[in-house]
C-alpha cells in the first residue's frame, strides 16, 4: 500500500524548533519530488516547500524562507522539515504529499494524515 | 507569484444537482492545474490534473476543464459524499498556489 505517515508536530514556544519527518512506503520514494503543505486552524491551503526526486530542486514559499529546510534521504525513504524561529501563524496541520511525477505533471496524488504543528507560549 | 482565484467561496446545492466550481489564474498556466477535494479532519485527495485528467479511482461524475488562465470543476450530479471543500492548486512554477477554496453545502 502506496503511503506516507508524518511525525514530529508538538507544542512549540514561539522562536523554538521542530523537525516533522514524513515516512514513505510502497512505492519507490526516489522516484518523486514531494511536498509539505499546511493548513492553519480554519482556513485553506498552503504550500510550504517542494523538493525534487534527487533534492537538486528545492523551493519554499516566502513566508517560510530562511526559517524552514526541507531535505529528504531516499535510502531511508524519508522526507524533513527543519523548522526554525517558529511563531505563532506557523500553526497548522503540516502534510506531507507526492508529487505525480517529477516535476509535478500530474498533481499531488498522495497525502499523508497530517501532523499538528502548536506555536504558543 | 501567481493567484488563483476560486468562486464561489461557498455553495448549497441538494442530491442530484449539477455543480460547477472555478478558478482563474492571474497569468497564463498552460494546463498546469489540479482539482482537489477535502473534507474535514482529513487529508486533500486529488480529483483532477493537468486541468481534465480524471485521477485514478474518482468518479467520473467529477470533470475538469479549462486552459490558460480559466479553469472549471464540474460534478454532474452531486452525491452525498461530495458535501466537502474543494481547491485548485496551479502546477505551473514557483511557489505552487491554492485557491481560496469553495465549500459545497447541502441546500
Known amino acids: 500500500e502506496v503511503q506516507l505517515v508524518e511525525s514530529g508536530g508538538g507544542l512549540v514556544k514561539p522562536g523554538g524548533s521542530l523537525r516533522l519527518s514524513c515516512a514513505a512506503s510502497g512505492f519507490t520514494f526516489s522516484s518523486y519530488s514531494m511536498n509539505w503543505v499546511r493548513q492553519a486552524p480554519g482556513k485553506g491551503l498552503e504550500w510550504v516547500s517542494s523538493?525534487?526526486?534527487?533534492?537538486?530542486?528545492?523551493y519554499y514559499a516566502d513566508s517560510v524562507k530562511g526559517r524552514f529546510t526541507i531535505s529528504r534521504d531516499n535510502a531511508k525513504n524519508s522526507l524533513y522539515l527543519q523548522m526554525n524561529s517558529l511563531r505563532a501563524e506557523d500553526t497548522a496541520v503540516y502534510y506531507c504529499?507526492?508529487?505525480?511525477?517529477?516535476?509535478?505533471?500530474?498533481?499531488?496524488?498522495?497525502w499523508g494524515q497530517g501532523t499538528t504543528v502548536t506555536v504558543s507560549s | 507569484a501567481i493567484q488563483m482565484t476560486q468562486s464561489p467561496s461557498s455553495l448549497s446545492a441538494s442530491v442530484g444537482d449539477r455543480v460547477t466550481i472555478t478558478c482563474r489564474a492571474s497569468?497564463?498556466?498552460?494546463?498546469?492545474l489540479g482539482w482537489y477535494q477535502q473534507k474535514p479532519g482529513k487529508a486533500p485527495k486529488l480529483l483532477i490534473y493537468?486541468?481534465?485528467s480524471l485521477q485514478s479511482g474518482v468518479p467520473s461524475r467529477f470533470s475538469g476543464s479549462g486552459s490558460g488562465t480559466d479553469f472549471t470543476l464540474t460534478i454532474s450530479s452531486l452525491q452525498p459524499e461530495d458535501f466537502a471543500t474543494y481547491y485548485c492548486l496551479q502546477d505551473y512554477n514557483y511557489p505552487r498556489t491554492f485557491g481560496q477554496g469553495t465549500k459545497l453545502e447541502i441546500k
Open positions: 523538493i525534487s526526486s534527487s533534492s537538486s530542486y528545492i
Open positions: 504529499a507526492r508529487d505525480g511525477s517529477d516535476p509535478p505533471d500530474y498533481g499531488m496524488d498522495v
Open positions: 493537468a486541468a481534465s
Open positions: 497569468q497564463g498556466i498552460r494546463n498546469d
